[in-house]
């Protein structure tokens, strides 16, 4: 989770060179900066501590999720135009729903859950995941790549958050 707190900085450079809509104003580069120095002041006590764990090939996958992820914001930032985004999203997730049935049922195999796994499946999928996609390409849409990266910022704090929560972490 601390690791996305980079997807802002790489999408703003990004999206200033590949997007003509999206140049780095003041204010861009204002906020991009506020939300950096909190992302820091997250990682600061840990590279301090030298409590850092992880080995150098995990940093680089993650390194490279987050150069994908702002890259996939500007992709989708040109060719979300044009389309509502409910329809983009609806698309997304049954074309990637179709693509991974086959690995789905040659590791699993056909099944069938019970009314209380198959409800809570549902929910999750049109909640969770269909709201999600839906907030994504409204976003994307409106405000932009670098607008939609600004969310990143709120996984770190959320990742600290639920693992001194739930896992005790300090």
């Known amino acids: 989770a601390i690791m996305m707190g980079v997807v802002p900085v790489m999408t703003a450079v990004m999206a200033h060179y590949l997007l003509a809509t999206e140049a780095l104003t003041r204010t861009r580069i204002l906020g991009i900066g506020l939300g950096l120095i909190g992302f820091l002041m997250l990682l600061a006590p840990t590279l301090m501590d030298g409590t850092v764990e992880g080995d150098t090939w995990g940093i680089v996958a993650m390194a490279t999720g987050c150069l994908s992820l702002s890259f996939g914001m500007i992709y989708g930032r040109n060719r979300i135009k044009g389309h509502v985004p409910m329809q983009v999203a609806a698309g997304q997730l049954t074309l990637s729903g179709l ?23 549902l929910f ?42 739930f896992l005790g972490e300090t």
């Open 99 to 121: 693509a991974l049935a086959p690995l789905w049922l040659s590791v699993e195999g056909p099944i069938m859950p019970g009314l209380p796994a198959s409800s809570a499946i």
């Open 124 to 165: 999750m999928g049109v909640v969770g995941t269909g709201c999600g996609y839906l907030f994504y390409n409204r976003i994307l849409a409106r405000a932009g790549a670098t607008a939609l990266a600004m969310s990143s910022y709120l996984l770190p704090v959320m990742g600290i958050l639920l693992g001194v929560v």
